[in-house]
Protein backbone atom coordinates (compact mmCIF):
# COMPACT_ATOMS: atom_id res chain seq x y z
CA UNK A 1 0.00 0.00 0.00
CA UNK A 2 1.26 3.71 -1.27
CA UNK A 3 1.87 6.07 1.61
CA UNK A 4 0.54 9.27 0.82
CA UNK A 5 3.02 11.92 1.73
CA UNK A 6 2.81 15.12 3.97
CA UNK A 7 0.39 17.66 3.16
CA UNK A 8 3.09 19.52 3.17
CA UNK A 9 6.35 19.45 1.28
CA UNK A 10 9.19 20.67 3.87
CA UNK A 11 11.39 21.63 0.75
CA UNK A 12 8.83 24.87 0.40
CA UNK A 13 7.36 24.60 4.27
CA UNK A 14 9.86 25.18 6.71
CA UNK A 15 8.45 24.17 10.28
CA UNK A 16 10.15 24.89 13.40
CA UNK A 17 8.35 23.46 16.77
CA UNK A 18 9.25 25.41 20.04
CA UNK A 19 9.41 23.46 23.21
CA UNK A 20 9.47 24.46 26.60
CA UNK A 21 7.69 23.85 30.33
CA UNK A 22 4.63 25.50 30.75
CA UNK A 23 5.67 29.38 31.35
CA UNK A 24 8.90 28.95 30.35
CA UNK A 25 8.62 32.15 27.84
CA UNK A 26 7.51 30.15 24.41
CA UNK A 27 5.06 32.33 23.59
CA UNK A 28 6.98 35.60 24.50
CA UNK A 29 10.02 34.91 22.52
CA UNK A 30 8.24 33.55 19.60
CA UNK A 31 7.17 37.26 19.55
CA UNK A 32 10.15 38.62 18.88
CA UNK A 33 10.95 35.70 16.71
CA UNK A 34 8.28 36.89 14.55
CA UNK A 35 9.13 40.56 13.95
CA UNK A 36 13.02 39.94 13.22
CA UNK A 37 12.19 36.54 11.08
CA UNK A 38 9.14 36.69 9.54
CA UNK A 39 7.77 33.59 10.75
CA UNK A 40 4.02 32.85 10.62
CA UNK A 41 3.96 31.82 14.43
CA UNK A 42 1.34 29.26 15.17
CA UNK A 43 0.60 28.39 18.95
CA UNK A 44 -0.96 24.65 19.74
CA UNK A 45 -2.72 26.35 22.73
CA UNK A 46 -3.78 29.20 21.55
CA UNK A 47 -5.28 27.22 18.50
CA UNK A 48 -7.12 24.43 21.50
CA UNK A 49 -8.86 27.51 23.31
CA UNK A 50 -9.95 28.98 20.19
CA UNK A 51 -11.73 26.05 19.26
CA UNK A 52 -12.99 25.10 22.80
CA UNK A 53 -14.45 28.81 22.32
CA UNK A 54 -16.01 28.12 18.94
CA UNK A 55 -19.55 27.92 18.86
CA UNK A 56 -20.84 24.41 18.00
CA UNK A 57 -17.48 22.85 18.45
CA UNK A 58 -18.14 19.09 18.97
CA UNK A 59 -14.40 19.13 21.25
CA UNK A 60 -14.99 22.26 23.44
CA UNK A 61 -15.74 20.30 26.43
CA UNK A 62 -12.59 17.49 25.85
CA UNK A 63 -10.67 20.81 24.92
CA UNK A 64 -11.59 22.07 28.29
CA UNK A 65 -11.68 19.12 30.66
CA UNK A 66 -7.68 18.62 29.31
CA UNK A 67 -6.52 21.88 29.58
CA UNK A 68 -7.86 22.28 33.09
CA UNK A 69 -6.16 19.45 33.95
CA UNK A 70 -2.84 19.51 32.52
CA UNK A 71 -3.10 16.15 30.10
CA UNK A 72 -2.96 16.36 26.44
CA UNK A 73 -5.83 16.52 23.79
CA UNK A 74 -6.16 13.77 21.54
CA UNK A 75 -3.55 14.28 18.92
CA UNK A 76 -6.20 14.14 16.13
CA UNK A 77 -7.58 17.28 16.95
CA UNK A 78 -4.69 19.77 17.65
CA UNK A 79 -3.16 18.15 14.24
CA UNK A 80 -6.32 19.14 12.01
CA UNK A 81 -6.04 22.70 13.96
CA UNK A 82 -2.51 22.87 12.97
CA UNK A 83 -2.99 21.66 9.49
CA UNK A 84 -5.89 23.99 9.15
CA UNK A 85 -3.84 27.22 9.83
CA UNK A 86 -1.16 26.39 8.07
CA UNK A 87 -2.91 25.94 4.97
CA UNK A 88 -5.00 28.90 6.03
CA UNK A 89 -1.77 30.96 6.11
CA UNK A 90 -0.20 30.02 3.37
CA UNK A 91 -3.10 31.03 1.08
CA UNK A 92 -3.11 34.31 2.30
CA UNK A 93 0.19 34.85 2.48
CA UNK A 94 1.46 33.69 -1.36
CA UNK A 95 2.89 37.13 -1.79
CA UNK A 96 4.69 39.98 -0.49
CA UNK A 97 5.97 39.96 3.37
CA UNK A 98 9.03 38.26 2.57
CA UNK A 99 6.82 35.04 1.53
CA UNK A 100 7.50 33.73 -1.95
CA UNK A 101 4.84 31.66 -3.54
CA UNK A 102 3.79 28.50 -1.54
CA UNK A 103 6.49 29.01 0.59
CA UNK A 104 6.23 29.54 4.08
CA UNK A 105 8.36 29.56 7.38
CA UNK A 106 6.09 28.52 10.43
CA UNK A 107 7.21 28.32 14.45
CA UNK A 108 4.66 26.05 15.92
CA UNK A 109 4.83 26.71 19.51
CA UNK A 110 3.93 24.31 22.40
CA UNK A 111 3.63 21.37 20.07
CA UNK A 112 4.42 18.25 20.03
CA UNK A 113 3.94 17.71 23.30
CA UNK A 114 3.99 13.93 23.41
CA UNK A 115 5.50 11.53 20.92
CA UNK A 116 2.21 10.53 19.27
CA UNK A 117 2.15 13.80 17.69
CA UNK A 118 5.61 14.34 16.85
CA UNK A 119 5.50 10.98 14.70
CA UNK A 120 1.98 11.67 13.17
CA UNK A 121 2.36 15.66 12.51
CA UNK A 122 6.07 14.87 10.48
CA UNK A 123 4.74 11.82 8.86
CA UNK A 124 1.48 13.31 7.53
CA UNK A 125 1.41 17.50 7.81
CA UNK A 126 5.04 18.49 7.58
CA UNK A 127 8.53 17.46 8.36
CA UNK A 128 9.86 19.61 11.21
CA UNK A 129 13.17 20.95 10.83
CA UNK A 130 14.31 22.24 13.69
CA UNK A 131 12.98 22.20 17.40
CA UNK A 132 14.00 25.26 19.61
CA UNK A 133 13.80 24.49 23.24
CA UNK A 134 13.39 26.76 26.19
CA UNK A 135 15.14 25.26 29.20
CA UNK A 136 14.14 26.67 32.48
CA UNK A 137 13.48 25.38 36.17
CA UNK A 138 10.51 24.75 37.65
CA UNK A 139 10.95 27.38 39.99
CA UNK A 140 11.73 30.01 37.14
CA UNK A 141 8.16 28.55 35.22
CA UNK A 142 6.06 28.66 38.28
CA UNK A 143 7.29 32.39 39.29
CA UNK A 144 6.42 33.17 35.57
CA UNK A 145 3.24 31.58 35.28
CA UNK A 146 1.63 32.98 39.03
CA UNK A 147 2.26 36.49 37.76
CA UNK A 148 0.76 35.88 34.18
CA UNK A 149 -2.08 34.20 36.10
CA UNK A 150 -2.98 37.98 37.74
CA UNK A 151 -3.60 39.04 34.12
CA UNK A 152 -3.83 35.72 31.65
CA UNK A 153 -7.81 34.36 32.61
CA UNK A 154 -6.59 31.19 31.99
CA UNK A 155 -8.14 28.54 33.48
CA UNK A 156 -4.70 26.45 33.98
CA UNK A 157 -2.73 29.05 35.46
CA UNK A 158 -3.71 27.97 39.09
CA UNK A 159 -0.93 26.31 41.68
CA UNK A 160 -3.28 22.75 40.84
CA UNK A 161 -3.30 23.02 37.38
CA UNK A 162 0.63 24.11 36.82
CA UNK A 163 1.41 21.23 39.07
CA UNK A 164 -0.37 18.98 36.56
CA UNK A 165 1.15 20.47 33.81
CA UNK A 166 5.07 19.84 34.94
CA UNK A 167 4.01 16.27 35.51
CA UNK A 168 2.62 16.27 32.13
CA UNK A 169 5.56 17.80 30.54
CA UNK A 170 7.95 15.59 32.25
CA UNK A 171 6.44 12.30 31.55
CA UNK A 172 5.34 12.98 27.76
CA UNK A 173 7.06 16.40 26.47
CA UNK A 174 10.79 15.15 27.64
CA UNK A 175 10.80 12.13 25.89
CA UNK A 176 9.74 14.41 22.66
CA UNK A 177 12.95 16.34 23.38
CA UNK A 178 15.00 13.15 23.28
CA UNK A 179 13.63 11.77 20.06
CA UNK A 180 14.76 15.19 18.26
CA UNK A 181 17.89 15.60 20.31
CA UNK A 182 18.97 11.87 19.49
CA UNK A 183 18.10 13.05 15.42
CA UNK A 184 20.66 16.08 15.68
CA UNK A 185 17.35 18.73 15.59
CA UNK A 186 17.52 20.59 18.88
CA UNK A 187 18.81 24.25 19.73
CA UNK A 188 18.90 25.10 23.48
CA UNK A 189 18.20 27.84 24.61
CA UNK A 190 17.82 29.10 27.91
CA UNK A 191 14.87 31.46 28.13
CA UNK A 192 16.59 34.77 26.85
CA UNK A 193 16.09 36.24 23.81
CA UNK A 194 19.88 36.94 22.90
CA UNK A 195 20.45 33.36 22.93
CA UNK A 196 17.39 32.09 21.11
CA UNK A 197 17.81 34.85 18.39
CA UNK A 198 21.80 33.37 17.52
CA UNK A 199 20.46 29.91 17.44
CA UNK A 200 17.51 30.80 15.30
CA UNK A 201 19.50 33.28 12.80
CA UNK A 202 22.12 29.91 12.22
CA UNK A 203 18.58 27.63 11.75
CA UNK A 204 16.99 30.34 9.07
CA UNK A 205 19.93 31.93 7.61
CA UNK A 206 18.73 35.25 8.84
N1 LIG B 1 -2.24 21.30 24.68
C1 LIG B 1 -2.43 20.05 24.12
N2 LIG B 1 -1.72 19.72 23.01
C2 LIG B 1 -0.81 20.56 22.44
C3 LIG B 1 -0.62 21.83 23.02
C4 LIG B 1 -1.36 22.18 24.14
O1 LIG B 1 -3.22 19.25 24.59
O2 LIG B 1 -0.20 20.19 21.44
C5 LIG B 1 -3.04 21.65 25.87
C6 LIG B 1 -2.45 21.08 27.15
O3 LIG B 1 -3.51 20.72 28.00
C7 LIG B 1 -1.66 22.25 27.69
C8 LIG B 1 -2.56 23.41 27.32
O4 LIG B 1 -3.09 23.06 26.05
O5 LIG B 1 -1.44 22.15 29.08
C9 LIG B 1 -1.92 24.77 27.27
O6 LIG B 1 -0.89 24.79 26.33
P1 LIG B 1 -0.02 26.12 26.07
O7 LIG B 1 1.09 25.76 25.13
O8 LIG B 1 -0.91 27.21 25.71
O9 LIG B 1 0.52 26.46 27.51
P2 LIG B 1 1.91 26.53 28.26
O10 LIG B 1 3.00 26.00 27.45
O11 LIG B 1 2.06 27.95 28.63
O12 LIG B 1 1.68 25.65 29.45
MG1 LIG C 1 2.03 29.57 25.33
Redesign the pocket.
Same mark, same amino acid.
Given at each position: MAIDPPVFDNSKVTVIFVLG *? @? *? $?G??TQCGRLVEDFNFCHL? $? *? #?L? &?AEQNREGSEYGDLIRT??RE????PMEV /?IKLLENAMGAALKEKTSGDGWTKGRGRFLI #??? @? &?KMD?ALKFDETVCLSSVVIYFSTTEEGMLGRLLERAKTSGRE #?DNVESIKK &?FR /?YKSDTMPVIEHYTGQGKVAEASGNYVDCLQRTKRIAGG
Open positions: *G @P *G $AKGS $A *G #DL &RCIGTIV /T #DGF @P &RQ #D &R /T
